[in-house]
Structure formats: C-alpha cells, structure tokens
C-alpha cells in the first residue's frame, strides 16, 4: 500500500481543531478515493441490471430455502 506524507506545521494552540478537521477530510477523501475506484471497476464490467436481477432472485430464494 502507497503512503502519502503531508508535514503541516500548525500553532500550538490550533492543535486539537486541526486534528480533528485533518481526520474528516482525511476520510472524505479516502471515501471517495474508494468510490472512485469502484466506480471505475464497475465501468468496464459487462455485469448488466438483468444480470444483477437474476442474483438478486437467486439469493432470495437460497435465503428461504
């Protein structure tokens, strides 16, 4: 796995709000960083709504079996 380093140096004072500001823009951005992802996985799949249909019914049925 790739690590990305970002050295800020913030007031002392700041500390704990920038910590806290830091961890949900860190996690909106790996969010969509992950959709991105999936999204783009997704677009080259030949996997179609019938096909996505099929298993849907195929999962119900096994689950009352």
């Known amino acids: 796995m790739e690590n990305i380093c970002i050295k800020v140096d913030i007031p002392k004072e700041f500390e704990k709000e920038f910590k806290s500001a830091l961890a949900r823009v860190v996690k909106e951005l790996v969010d969509k ?3 991105n ?6 677009s080259e ?9 099929e298993l849907s019914d195929k999962i119900k049925l096994s689950m009352i079996e």
């Open 33 to 35: 960083l992950e959709f």
């Open 37 to 42: 992802i999936a999204k783009e996985i997704v």
């Open 45 to 53: 799949s030949k996997f179609s709504e019938k096909d996505a249909d």
